[in-house]
């Protein structure tokens, strides 16, 4: 049996990863589980899967947890979690930077990692990716994209591109001004995937795009101008490569998170599982490709510079777009505000180029603070 931990395990990549392993409970055992705020689903999730180790945000939370006698907190709490060695592979799906140094102190223990958390390698790719190399850690993507271009590569010095989907979202087929006046509801209408708020605002902006080709730059070694991303709006291809010979390989099947997250943390097996056997050509009957609007989705470009730029260039780009997704998502700025003063932002930062985790993460509590104050002082409530 594999040994994991679950570090997220009531939100969206974590609750489907239990059911994966529901469906293999004779290949795995769970070590640790950990949760946020909410006690009722861990309590739930406890009672089925008996982990050794659970850990809860808030300390004041402690009592409320039934069903296991070892019970963590906080950022010490998940970083106790990673360092213990009996886990073979831990799925790192807790969302924001939270997840970076859990990640690291996971690889430091020779620990796998099934990685579901895109900060960990917007803010911090260098370091993630030569540290694992060193270690001899295997980094499996879970997100549907990486997982799919991980699939298909057998060699990557015969890689000539990498070639990124995208669903385009809700306003794929709306124009700017519709865009502009959206509501909190429209942008969270994806027509696909089904995912948490801010990460389905961003693939409303496209801005969870920009940060998959940064994060498919560390993963695969791959330089940016050999990585495009094209709209692909039935979800069904998950992305492709290109050979040097002219060859695209690409990795199809229904959108399901289901089947990334079951490849991940069975990698390098694979088993049948809940989506298993659910694909039909002739059901889907057409696949459709365009170029995307980079004028109505300037994300992409802004992601792309900020990755040429490197080193704190990014986790600027992420910071500011975060603290701006959340300021819509509570009424106080319109949609196409959180590109305004995410680049207002980014464009104001002086790159570190080659900064320590330290530098990372005083750059990022800098950058939302000076998100924030944007916001306060530019900005009225609006009324959505």
């Given at each position: 049996?594999?040994?994991?931990?679950?570090?997220g395990?009531?939100?969206?990549?974590?609750?489907?990863?239990?059911?994966?392993?529901?469906?293999?409970?004779?290949?795995?055992?769970?070590?640790?589980?950990?949760?946020?705020?909410?006690?009722?689903?861990?309590?739930?999730?406890?009672?089925?899967?008996?982990?050794?180790?659970?850990?809860i945000?808030?300390?004041?939370?402690?009592?409320?947890?039934?069903?296991?006698?070892?019970?963590?907190?906080?950022?010490?709490?998940?970083?106790?979690?990673?360092?213990?060695?009996?886990?073979?592979?831990?799925?790192?799906?807790?969302?924001?930077?939270?997840?970076?140094?859990?990640?690291?102190?996971?690889?430091?223990?020779?620990?796998?990692?099934?990685?579901?958390?895109?900060?960990?390698?917007?803010?911090?790719?260098?370091?993630?990716?030569?540290?694992?190399k060193?270690?001899?850690?295997?980094?499996i993507?879970?997100?549907?994209?990486?997982?799919?271009?991980?699939?298909?590569?057998?060699?990557?010095?015969?890689?000539?591109?990498?070639?990124?989907?995208?669903?385009?979202?809700?306003?794929?087929?709306?124009?700017?001004?519709?865009?502009?006046?959206?509501t909190v509801?429209?942008?969270?209408?994806?027509?696909?995937?089904?995912?948490?708020?801010?990460?389905?605002?961003?693939?409303?902006?496209?801005?969870?795009?920009?940060?998959?080709?940064?994060?498919?730059?560390?993963?695969?070694?791959m330089?940016?101008?050999?990585?495009?991303?094209?709209?692909?709006?039935?979800?069904?291809?998950?992305?492709?490569?290109e050979?040097?010979?002219?060859?695209?390989?690409a990795?199809?099947?229904?959108?399901s998170?289901?089947?990334?997250?079951?490849?991940?943390?069975?990698?390098?097996?694979?088993?049948?599982?809940?989506?298993?056997k659910s694909?039909s050509?002739?059901?889907?009957?057409?696949?459709?490709f365009?170029?995307?609007?980079?004028?109505?989705?300037?994300?992409l470009?802004?992601?792309?510079?900020?990755?040429?730029?490197?080193?704190?260039?990014?986790?600027?780009?992420?910071?500011?777009?975060?603290?701006?997704?959340?300021?819509?998502?509570?009424?106080?700025?319109?949609?196409?505000?959180?590109?305004?003063?995410?680049?207002?932002?980014?464009?104001?930062?002086n790159?570190?180029?080659?900064?320590?985790?330290?530098?990372?993460?005083e750059?990022?509590?800098?950058?939302?603070e000076?998100?924030?104050?944007?916001?306060?002082?530019?900005?009225?409530?609006?009324?959505?």
């Amino acid at each position: 049996m594999k040994r994991i931990s679950i570090l997220g395990s009531t939100g969206s990549i974590g609750t489907q990863a239990l059911e994966v392993i529901e469906k293999l409970t004779d290949k795995f055992e769970i070590i640790s589980l950990s949760a946020g705020s909410n006690t009722d689903l861990l309590n739930e999730q406890i009672k089925k899967f008996k982990p050794k180790f659970v850990c809860i945000s808030n300390e004041n939370d402690k009592d409320r947890i039934i069903g296991c006698n070892n019970v963590l907190c906080g950022n010490d709490g998940l970083e106790e979690i990673c360092s213990n060695r009996e886990n073979d592979i831990i799925l790192v799906a807790v969302s924001g930077k939270i997840g970076l140094k859990p990640t690291i102190t996971a690889i430091n223990n020779g620990i796998n990692i099934a990685l579901a958390n895109k900060e960990t390698l917007v803010m911090a790719g260098d370091i993630v990716m030569n540290l694992a190399k060193d270690k001899g850690v295997n980094i499996i993507p879970v997100d549907s994209e990486h997982c799919a271009i991980h699939q298909c590569i057998k060699d990557i010095s015969q890689v000539e591109k990498l070639i990124i989907t995208a669903s385009g979202g809700p306003f794929l087929h709306k124009t700017i001004d519709d865009m502009k006046s959206a509501t909190v509801e429209q942008a969270l209408a994806h027509p696909r995937w089904n995912m948490g708020r801010k990460i389905t605002v961003d693939s409303a902006t496209l801005m969870n795009k920009g940060l998959e080709i940064i994060e498919a730059h560390h993963l695969f070694n791959m330089p940016y101008e050999k990585i495009d991303v094209v709209i692909h709006p039935q979800s069904v291809v998950h992305s492709a490569i290109e050979y040097v010979d002219g060859s695209v390989i690409a990795q199809i099947g229904v959108p399901s998170m289901h089947i990334p997250i079951q490849y991940a943390i069975c990698y390098p097996e694979r088993f049948e599982g809940i989506k298993s056997k659910s694909f039909s050509f002739s059901e889907i009957a057409r696949l459709d490709f365009e170029a995307p609007d980079y004028k109505k989705f300037p994300f992409l470009n802004l992601a792309y510079n900020a990755g040429k730029v490197g080193g704190t260039a990014t986790v600027a780009l992420n910071g500011a777009d975060e603290e701006a997704v959340f300021a819509f998502l509570d009424g106080r700025i319109k949609l196409y505000d959180i590109y305004k003063i995410t680049e207002k932002i980014y464009s104001s930062h002086n790159p570190i180029l080659n900064p320590t985790l330290d530098e990372i993460f005083e750059t990022d509590k800098e950058i939302r603070e000076k998100t924030k104050e944007l916001i306060s002082r530019e900005y009225q409530c609006l009324s959505i």
